[in-house]
């Protein structure tokens, strides 16, 4: 059933208060459960809980022909199958706009950022180099699958194992000690407006009671935040206080996603 | 014995501890499951989720035993609401006919509402005005066909939503938040200082003097939701009622 | 029995089940069932509208089960999508649950059951059959009874319960050569009239060795139904 537009004008009415339903402030994140290890047929995996949503990721990995303007570095894949077990408003069939949306977003985070260091995954240059897929599998959407792949993504990099490799050949199913090559850890956020209210990690009811959603991505360097990617999605427009504001907080909830993952190395 | 089955019997012996423990708790309030015999013998009667095979009564779906005298039934944990003729149900439009408005009711079949069953008297033409399409309303349930549920606003208790919002519950949980002759209810209503309507299908209205209050309501019949089983229900949300009333209230 | 197992089970041992209900909250009903490593998680949705409306059925219910795998569940991955492998064990897996719900009982609607496999390690259509069937009786669906589902196998010449992996892939050497000895036996049971609703064999066997491996799925099935009904009344 969609969203009533009596609870839309409630949830409106309480932000302009500066509540929310569930007693969060505006920019407060669910409870958040990290598990590692989801899959043991993947080279990484994560299960992530953020509130009420769950989505699991594993990593795959394998060797392909470079692209050709990149013939010494390995290839990376995002791809989010919004399966309609995780909620009633997923169809069956090829991705749709959200499918490519969610993968997109996650996709630009990790790539933008370079956490994977792609010119250490060169086995022969022009001919092999590792593939690193990513696959994002919800199992409840609860509001928020975007921060919470993302989560599940990085975690599921930070735990990935190389393959062994046999004459230049992968020998599937056995891995090596070795980890990933990998660099800084980022964190996208995504913030929800609702109204003239910005607010991180929505439940289900909130993410339709939005129209625009502004998803960034950030690393930490040291004391400062480096913005990797920026994408505004959805109905209506922003004024450049509201864009520059929204960062800043999100620089500061960021900051403490990112100790809290890191944790996971 | 080897470790596996050692530890697989002292597991046992947990669960059973865990499982008589419970007995004890909930005496009357055995969960059974599907294709379970639940009674034997002629002298029962197979009630609502139940059927005689031969002999024996089993059970057809998941959910609690109950016994009245000669009647056994099971009343279900989970499923989707299913309309009676009788029930009052909130629902909201979602679209418009040359004769009146379908309903979306969380049910497995559409609820639509005709003219005709509206009080007062509306013009065919203003139809999308006088309920525009996500219009929240209560209204009753006024019979079933095979392919959809007939509604009716004929009644004193139906009306349109204003203010206030919604909240969604497993409908299995209804009759627990309503309690014996409305007792439940009664008690956040009086506690709160809220307006609430129980829809049978799930849909919970909720409107306050304040959002506190109203978030207070909503808790109090999550509690409800999450613990249906347990006895002293009502004392122990009186409870916790008045430990969390907004204090202006106090 | 002759041979060992490769993980050392006897032979009428299943890998450790898990099982668990309610675990995706937006769904009507849903489960979680395990054999060792094949993982399935199942979500049902409805009775609810079929869409398109031509599809509806006067007299009952539809049953349309989706049984998927993760591209991450398998050791090369998989692409994610449909392929005429899944397809053909949705429909084993809808045809072996119809028989044990009252369909009638809801006409004109549809009830949607949703299979993901998180991780496979063979049997894993057991897996959600066993996981799909729990789904249901938690979604409140009216049941005549449960359904349990477990493989067996052929190891050269001995019967198996709860064929993994390696039982799947399992060779002899003859004349140097290594050969697939292997037989697989996908069954069903329904909990009550203890009869089979679902059947789907690879390999060779003789008549005699069907009949065993029938006994000795039913009597697995029977031990995997307790399990089951535990789950349910666990809550």
Known sequence: ??????????????????????????????????????????????????????????????????????????????????????????????????????????????????????????????????????????????????????????????????????????????????????????????????GDHFIFDPISEEQEASEMKLAVSLVFEKDKAIINGALKEGDGSLTITEVVETVEKMIKQGKKLHDKISKFK | MTKEEKKTTKKEAKTEKKTSEKKTQDKKRQIVVPGEVIASGKDFLPGDGTRREGDEI????????????????????????????????????????????????????????????????????????????????????????????????????????IGGFLIKVNPTRVPRIIGRAGSMVSTIKNETGCSIIVGQNGLIWIKGPNTDAEMLARDAINRIVEKPFIDGLTDHIKEFLDKNKPKEKK | MTLKRPDGRKFDETRKIEAKINVIKRADGSAFFSFGKSKAIAAVYGPKQVIPKHKENPQKALLRCNYDMTPFSVTERKRP?????????????????????????????????????????????????????????????????????????????????????????????????????????????????EKVSLLHMDGDLTSEELKKALELAKKSCEKISKVQEKTLKEI
């Open chain 1, 1 to 194: 059933m969609d969203l009533a537009n009596i609870t839309k004008a409630k949830i409106l009415e309480m932000l302009n208060e500066g509540k929310r339903m569930d007693g969060r402030g505006l920019l407060d994140f669910r409870d958040l459960e990290i598990e590692t290890e989801a899959s043991s047929k993947a080279e990484g995996s994560s299960k992530v809980k953020l509130g009420d949503t769950e989505v699991i990721v594993g990593v795959k990995m394998d060797l392909m022909e470079p692209y050709p303007d990149s013939p010494d570095e390995g290839v990376m894949m995002v791809t989010a199958e919004l399966s309609p077990l995780a909620s009633d408003k997923f169809e069956s069939g090829p991705p749709g706009i959200n499918s490519i949306t969610l993968a997109r977003i996650v996709d630009r985070s990790i790539r933008e950022s370079g956490l994977i260091d792609t010119k250490q995954l060169c086995v022969e240059k022009g001919e092999k180099v590792w593939a690193v897929m990513i696959d994002i599998s919800p199992i409840n959407d609860g509001g928020n699958l975007i921060d919470a792949s993302s989560i599940a993504a990085v975690v599921a990099l930070l735990n990935t194992k190389m393959p062994k490799l046999e004459e230049d050949k992968v020998k599937y199913g056995e891995l090596t000690d070795k980890p990933l090559p990998l660099n800084k850890i980022p964190i996208n956020l995504t913030a929800y407006k609702i």
């Open chain 3, 81 to 193: 999508g449909p392929s005429r492998r899944s397809k053909e064990i949705s429909h084993e897996i809808t045809k072996a649950l119809e028989p044990a719900l009252l369909l009638e009982q809801f006409p004109n609607t549809v009830i949607d059951v949703f299979i993901q496999i998180i991780e496979a390690d063979a049997s894993t259509r057991c897996a959600a059959v066993n996981a799909a069937a729990l789904a249901l009786a938690a979604a409140g669906i009216p049941m005549k009874e449960l359904v349990s589902s477990v493989s067996i196998g052929k190891l050269d010449k001995d019967l198996v319960v709860d064929v993994n992996k390696d039982e799947e892939d399992f060779t002899v050497s003859k004349g140097g050569k290594e050969i697939k000895a292997a037989t697989d036996v996908a069954t069903a049971f329904l909990s009550r009239s």
């Open chain 2, 58 to 161: 089993i059970a057809l779906r998941h959910g609690l035993l109950e016994r009245a005298e000669k009647l056994i039934k099971v009343i279900p944990l989970g499923g989707v609401y299913i309309p009676r003729p009788g029930n009052t149900i909130i629902g909201q439009v979602t679209d418009l006919s040359f004769n009146g408005w379908f309903i979306d009711l969380r049910a497995p079949h559409e609820g639509f509402l005709p003219v005709a069953e509206c009080m007062g008297y509306i013009n065919k033409k203003d139809i999308g005005d006088h309920f525009p399409i996500g219009e929240v309303l209560v209204c009753k349930v006024r019979g079933i066909s095979a392919r959809n549920t007939e509604l009716t606003m004929k009644d004193k208790t139906c009306k349109k939503l």
